[in-house]
């Protein structure tokens, strides 16, 4: 079935406020000046510190708005947390939960990013759930395994009808900023099992989930990535942050 390609630009810890709006301004206007990008949905993940005021720049344009993460309580003594409820009131619609930077470095575990997903489903907010192997579990034979565990655990308690607005993003982590891009084969190959685990967890909606590629999507790879059949998108980090980079991925759709 059809499915609506989504390209995001997870921004990480990058550009300040002044710079975010800049930025989101200039990319609301290019796909407003492209009658095409209709056929493609668009988003930003700035940092929690510009999200207000990015999404404040993007309002009435093509542009959604994203947060990096959030944690599974509304409110309470948690130093240095954002909850999906404030999330969704300084303007975003999506989230990404289980990012390989989370994971590897703030110690996210299957079962607090199920945690995590259950707080943004509550809020109406769309999940970018991320999954992804290393490259020691990729030579180790192990790729599907970890996948399969990620996406269980991940989305563990949940119902089709709770995940029927589910994105995943499939992230092979020794491709995430080292400039080396999983073959269009080994992302193809890698979406098809996704959706075919999915197909066991959440039944036929599995057709309807869009799967991005995360992992140094650029121009000159963006057209041949995305046209595979199980690839529904891309989730971009440096290459958001130039708009002529972002825009030219966009268009590859």
């Not at 720049?57 to 509304?74: D, P, T």
């Not at 809020?123 to 990620?150: M, W, Y």
């Not at 080396?180 to 967890?201: S, Y």
């Amino acid at each position: 079935m059809a499915r609506k390609r989504f390209i995001a630009g997870n921004w990480k810890l990058n550009l300040t406020i002044d710079e975010g709006v800049s930025l989101v301004q200039g990319l609301a206007k290019a796909l407003a000046a492209d009658p095409k990008s209709a056929q493609v949905e668009v988003a930003v993940c700035p940092t929690f510190l510009a999200l207000h005021a990015v999404a404040q720049a993007a309002k009435g344009s093509a542009v959604g708005i994203g947060g990096q993460n959030a944690y599974f309580e509304e409110k309470g003594a948690f130093t240095g947390e954002s909850s999906a409820s404030l999330l969704k009131n300084a303007g975003a619609k999506y989230v990404i939960l289980g990012h390989s930077e989370r994971r590897q470095f703030f110690g996210d575990t299957d079962a607090t990013i199920n945690r995590r997903l259950k707080a943004v489903i509550a809020q109406g907010l769309v999940p970018i759930l991320c999954i992804g192997e290393t490259l020691a579990e990729r030579d180790g034979g192990k790729l599907e395994e970890v996948l399969s565990r990620q996406l269980q655990g991940s989305l563990d308690g949940l119902t089709a009808a709770q995940l029927e607005h589910l994105v995943v993003a499939y992230e092979p982590v020794w491709a995430i900023g080292t400039g080396r891009t999983a073959t269009t084969a080994q992302a193809q190959e890698a979406h098809a099992f996704v959706r075919g685990v999915l197909r066991k967890l959440v039944g036929e909606l599995a057709e309807r989930v869009r799967i991005q590629y995360g992992g140094s999507v650029k121009p000159d790879n963006a057209f041949e990535l995305l046209s595979q059949p199980d690839v529904d998108g891309a989730l971009v980090g440096g290459a958001s942050l130039k708009l002529a980079d972002f825009t030219a991925i966009i268009a590859a759709h």
